[in-house]
């Protein structure tokens, strides 16, 4: 009978700390909710070596180097445990024999036969949709590779322009027509080539189920085209995603461009900004910052990709850690408005200096102490709306020390990144952020409490922590009396269960 009132008595505790687990409709997310990891397919991971063919040359950076789909199949599990939530993959579609970055098509209905076959695109979606992440694919539209079949048939000579090189980008006329790097440019304003590409661009959305389209330098191809292959793509899947890159990023045509039905574009002038301060210490974060506070959340973070020096090669060329340096970068990517695009092999800080330089085959052999950061900072981003959805507001700037405020509804998140060579010290007015209130930090564990109407923050030299904003815990008399009264309650058992083996005996 006591041991049966004693289980009565307990009963009450554990359920007052059991957590109820409730089943919520699952809601479509919105581009900048997402984090976007960029692979080049030959580089990232050979899955098949049946594919490589006989001009597999990985000491060749203008040759194929082996990656393919399988080999990206065989590493989601690598990408989702970082908090990936989209994939997106340069362009797959068949290519010239050196066109391993995917820019010289020779045929849009294909995939290269190095990366794979259309059953292997099928199958990394539908991977990829297992893990409740999605696929973006390089869609190219503006051009096609010099040996294309139509380049020589005169039954498509109104399918191009006149080769004039590109050489003016904020020269409407010449960014629109000119061929851009040599390349044959596509006369998308023809009927004739705008239907095709978009039939064909909705076929593979049809036929495979990918999710995006990545369109780099979108500003080659008029804003007219892109609002009809939207709406077109719109037919085939609502909640498709359009992100894309321009040329020209003059304030007039990031406008134009959102506006033609982009969800999101690359924001070059953060990247411009970020990847030169992040890549040094003790760099104000004064530009940077004007940069995020100027442009909308629905542009997209960078600091390295597939046309640039890595971040890494810069850090070096500072003589700074990279790997410190990447960290706080991230840390700002990850926690301001905007969706953060990761290229690949930044999470290992892959060096490399102009294309084709900077894209190296991938190793995966490496440290993880920056993989498992990039994690912590994914999985507080997922967390907390306010670093999606929320309003930016900076409480206080000065050389490499930021400190931010991120609100929304009733969520507030305090953001401080410390890119200095010393320790700071920063005390913010209570009015600022909340009375009588508690931070909890996220990434090293942080937390303190508003003191006498103010909040003193104090971080080491190049660290970065993520505060939530909380109500003070005080005494948590529920907790106190479990660890009372069930010590209590033991001791009485045991003396109850002597005295009885007592009695027995006797």
């Not at 995020?292 to 640039?308: A, G, H, P």
């Amino acid at each position: 009978m006591r041991r049966q009132a004693l289980k009565l008595l307990l009963i009450p505790f554990l359920l007052f700390y059991s957590l109820p687990v409730s089943a919520d409709e699952k809601e479509e997310k919105t581009l900048q909710e997402e984090l976007i990891y960029y692979v080049v397919v030959d580089r990232f991971n050979n899955g098949n070596p049946h594919n490589d063919g006989d001009d597999l040359d990985p000491d060749n950076p203008d040759a194929y180097h082996g990656g393919d789909l399988e080999g990206i199949i065989k590493k989601l599990d690598y990408l989702q445990e970082m908090g990936f939530t989209t994939i997106a993959l340069s362009s797959i579609f068949a290519n010239e024999a050196s066109g391993y970055a995917g820019d010289l098509i020779e045929d849009h209905n294909k995939v290269e036969e190095h990366f794979g076959s259309l059953e292997d695109l099928k199958h990394l979606v539908n991977e990829t949709h297992k893990r409740d992440m999605k696929i973006m694919l390089e869609f190219v539209a503006d051009h096609v590779g010099p040996n294309h079949p139509w380049v020589e048939d005169e039954k498509k000579l109104q399918w191009f322009h006149d080769k004039v090189e590109l050489t003016d980008v904020q020269n409407e006329e010449n960014r629109l027509k000119g061929w851009y790097k040599g390349l044959p440019d596509l006369a998308t304003e023809n009927p004739e080539t705008r239907a095709y590409l978009i039939d064909t661009a909705k076929w593979w959305v049809e036929e495979t189920k990918i999710d995006g389209y990545y369109i780099d330098h979108a500003d080659t191809i008029e804003p007219e085209f892109w609002q009809i292959f939207d709406g077109e793509i719109e037919k085939v899947n609502k909640n498709f995603y359009l992100l894309g890159s321009l040329l020209d990023n003059r304030e007039e045509t990031i406008s134009v461009y959102k506006e033609a039905g982009f969800h999101s574009l690359l924001n070059e002038r953060f990247f411009k900004e970020a990847s030169d301060m992040f890549a040094n210490i003790d760099q104000p974060f004064t530009d940077v910052s004007k940069v995020v506070e100027q442009s909308s959340k629905k542009l997209s973070t960078f600091i390295d990709s597939d046309n640039t020096v890595r971040f890494t090669r810069k850090s070096i060329e500072n003589q700074q850690h990279p790997g410190i340096r990447l960290k706080i970068a991230f840390s700002y990517m990850y926690t301001i408005p905007g969706t953060p695009v990761v290229y690949y092999g930044s999470e290992i800080a892959i060096d490399g200096g102009d294309p084709p330089e900077n894209r190296p085959l991938m190793n995966f052999q490496s440290d993880e102490e920056l993989i498992d950061y990039i994690a912590k900072l994914a999985t507080i981003r997922k967390s907390l709306p306010a670093l999606t959805n929320g309003n930016y507001k900076v409480l206080y700037e000065k050389d490499g020390m930021i400190l931010f405020k991120r609100t929304f509804e009733d969520e507030t998140v305090i953001v401080v990144i410390n890119n200095t060579s010393s320790s700071q010290n920063v005390i913010i007015p209570a009015s600022e952020i909340a009375e009588n209130k508690e931070l909890q930090g996220l990434v090293t564990g942080d937390s303190f409490e508003e003191q006498n109407g103010e909040y003193e923050f104090i971080i080491d030299r190049e660290l970065a922590e993520v505060y939530e904003l909380k109500e003070k815990q005080g005494l948590n008399l529920p907790l106190i009396s479990v660890f009372i009264v069930v010590p209590v309650l033991f001791v009485l058992f045991l003396i109850a269960a002597k005295k009885r083996g007592q009695k027995n005996i006797s």
